[in-house]
């Protein structure tokens, strides 16, 4: 048997769990060419998502035969399920190796936007002793927030938020009642929730019915108060919309860490957006942990492949 690795976050943790699996089985591919070479008989590949492209697709579709199972370094799979796989493929994510960092990273972004916190360090430059946007600072108490998406991230989200007295609505495909949630909707029912919400957090995967999830008509329904909060993927909000609903006030505000395409080119529209904090996507980043828990993820499923048992975490393409 053999596996193919192809990494950068946690590249070293990954690594060495898997050589301590697969020892010798397991081959590193440093680049595009060695990772079509060595797929040429490969059983087995782990790689991100993020950079799965045309290429590499073509080398899973029409260069491995051997190949049976993907296990991918992230939670997100929206590139693997646009550029497809062969259908033997099983294709595994990430599961919820990257649940905490994320949550905590979205929740960093909606209290920074809360506390008014970028107009204070605006305000240092300047040395401007200048408090007038103090009025409209707040906090998760008492206020509605809306999670939409409420697998692993979407649910450590609620977790987090709610000893700080937030009231979680979750929006979910189905609406089912869920023990984190204050209450629980139908994504198909979503637009009854905007108005309502003081802010509206992103955590769904990315694919052809939660493109532009977000546009201006779903911006018009919103409180003028309300947060965005996007750490799913640029493309479940129109971004020359959300820019827009920024610029005339329709949303008080919003934090990004994902963009369309990324890297956000530097002319986009979208650095432009006032009351935008933007992250160039390391809301999954926490240091070494964040590789030891996709080694503990990933180890474990790739071992299961090994032993030809039940793998966890599989997708649907």
């Known amino acids: 048997m053999k596996i193919v690795l192809q990494a950068s976050l946690g590249r ?7 050589r301590e699996i697969a020892g010798s089985s397991l081959v590193y591919a440093d680049d595009a060419a060695a990772l079509a070479r060595e797929l ?5 590949l782990v790689y991100s998502d993020l950079a799965y492209n045309a290429q590499a697709a073509e ?4 260069g491995a035969p051997n190949l049976r199972f993907i296990q991918l370094l992230t939670a997100g799979y929206d590139n693997i399920a646009r550029l497809g796989a062969r259908p033997d493929i099983k294709v595994a994510n990430a599961g919820a190796a990257f649940s905490l960092p994320v949550a905590t990273h979205a929740i960093a972004l909606l209290f920074a936007l809360q506390r008014r916190l970028p107009d204070a360090i605006a305000n240092r430059p300047k040395h401007a002793w200048e408090r007038g946007y103090a009025a409209q600072a707040s906090i998760p108490a008492g206020g509605a927030i809306a999670i939409v998406g409420f697998g692993p991230i979407g649910r450590e989200i609620a977790r987090l938020l709610k000893p700080f007295g937030a009231h979680i609505i979750a929006v979910t495909r189905s609406g089912k009642a869920d023990a984190l949630a204050d209450e629980c909707v139908a994504v198909a ?23 532009h999830l977000l546009g201006a008509a779903e ?3 919103c409180k003028k108060t309300a947060l965005i909060v996007n750490i799913a993927r640029g493309g479940v909000t129109d971004q020359l919309a959300l820019k827009a ?7 008080a505000g919003a934090g990004v860490d994902v963009a369309e395409p990324e890297p956000l080119p530097a002319a986009h529209p979208l650095w432009d957006a006032p009351n935008l904090i933007l992250t160039p996507h390391y809301a ?3 240091g070494p942990v964040a590789g030891e828990r996709m080694a503990d993820v990933v180890g474990a499923n790739v071992l299961r492949f090994i032993k030809g048992e039940k793998l966890q975490h599989l997708v649907a393409l």
């Open 40 to 44: 040429a008989d490969a059983d087995a």
């Open 219 to 221: 911006f018009a329904l």
């Open 189 to 211: 029912n979503l637009r009854a929730v905007l108005p309502r919400a003081d802010a509206i957090v992103l955590a769904l995967p990315l694919d052809e019915s939660s493109r």
């Open 12 to 18: 070293a943790q990954v690594e060495k769990r898997l």
């Open 245 to 251: 609903a920024l610029e005339s006030g329709q949303i």
């Open 284 to 286: 999954g980043a926490c």
């Open 59 to 62: 080398a899973v579709k029409n």
